[in-house]
């Protein structure tokens, strides 16, 4: 399997953004999929998480209300739809697939496979 991630880019703060990440390979549609950032000079940290079915999401405290993760098992893609994006949101943001048990959803270890990730700068 390999991710593509696109759809970073430079914003104002406020506005939106959508990433998306398109995967090769079988079995998308039994993978968790998640999305992750990382900041210079910070580690990797968590933003959301869709399980299989995509019935079912987790978000990072820092995203809830603003971030909305889906997917599209029929073309292999998982989104990631920002809202009323802050400078602090800057980083870049990475895609991965796994099967973490809920308890482990947000620890990057227990993904597989990653995306070669995209940039978004939010503006202040």
């Known amino acids: 399997v390999q991710l593509q991630a696109s759809g970073g880019g430079l914003v104002q703060a406020g506005a939106s953004l959508r990433l998306s990440c398109a995967a090769s390979?079988?079995?998308?549609?039994?993978?968790?999929m998640a999305w992750f950032r990382q900041a210079p000079r910070k580690e990797r940290e968590f933003v959301g998480a869709?399980?299989?079915?995509?019935?079912?999401?987790v978000y990072a405290d820092s995203v809830k209300g603003r971030f909305t993760i889906s997917r599209d098992n029929t073309k292999n893609t998982v989104y990631l739809q920002m809202h009323s994006l802050k400078p602090e949101d800057t980083a870049v943001y990475f895609c991965?697939?796994?099967?973490?048990?809920?308890?482990?959803?947000?620890?990057?270890?227990?993904?597989?496979?990653w995306g070669q990730g995209t940039l978004v700068t939010v503006s202040s």
């Open positions: 991965a697939n796994g099967r973490p048990i809920l308890s482990a959803i947000r620890d990057p270890s227990m993904y597989y496979t």
């Open positions: 390979g079988r079995a998308f549609s039994t993978y968790t």
């Open positions: 869709i399980r299989s079915s995509g019935g079912s999401t």
